[in-house]
């Protein structure tokens, strides 16, 4: 047997880094046919609480923001849309504090959003994390560790997956003149 394997099994598999490869490991497509009740857009909360305001006279100061999140009536989901806006992303956790399986929380995400629930947890984790990029100068493993990416490898990787740029290379693109300061944690 060759150094990669030579069995039926290898011809079904690609030698290529998990993440890189474009193919999402045990990914089965599914479908609402029904328009999705909520757009991940309403549901996303970013992890900023002021935002930077000048008066008249050109002093600057923090007003805190309102929150404009779509409340949607369903207790058990807005708990967990606010779970995942304070940085926590641990499904079974979020589950087993309410009784639930996993995949009952992932089955509610996918019926009222349309997205998988790994996808939809995924989705808030790189929006958090190109906000941090974008609007402070935290140091990449502090935003990998607040958005619940971990390391800096899976940031690395992730935004490599989501945007074909490293995060480093993210913020410079994303970041325009005044960026830095204009929002606070």
């Given at each position: 047997?060759?150094?990669y394997g030579s069995g039926n099994a290898w011809k079904h598999?690609?030698?290529r880094p998990h993440g890189l490869s474009g193919i999402p490991r045990n990914y089965t497509k599914r479908e609402l046919k029904e328009e999705p009740q909520f757009k991940?857009?309403?549901l996303y909360v970013t992890p900023f609480r002021e935002?930077?305001?000048?008066?008249e006279d050109g002093v600057m100061r923090y007003v805190p923001m309102e929150r404009r999140r779509v409340m949607t009536g369903i207790r058990l989901f807005d708990a967990y849309i606010d779970y995942l806006a304070s940085g926590n992303f641990d499904a079974t956790a979020f589950a087993e504090l309410h009784g639930l399986k996993p995949t009952d929380i992932d089955s509610m995400v996918f019926v009222l959003t349309g997205m998988r629930g790994v996808d939809f947890r995924q989705k808030?984790?790189?929006r958090m994390a190109d906000e941090l990029l974008r609007y402070t100068d935290m140091?990449?493993?502090e935003v990998a560790k607040r958005t619940g990416i971990g390391s800096m490898n899976n940031l690395y990787?992730?935004?490599k997956r989501e945007f074909d740029l490293a995060p480093g290379y993210r913020r410079l693109r994303v970041r325009q003149e005044g960026d830095v300061g204009r929002f606070r944690l």
């Open positions: 047997m060759g150094r598999r690609q030698y991940f857009d309403d935002r930077r305001i000048y008066s808030f984790q790189v140091p990449m493993a990787l992730t935004f």
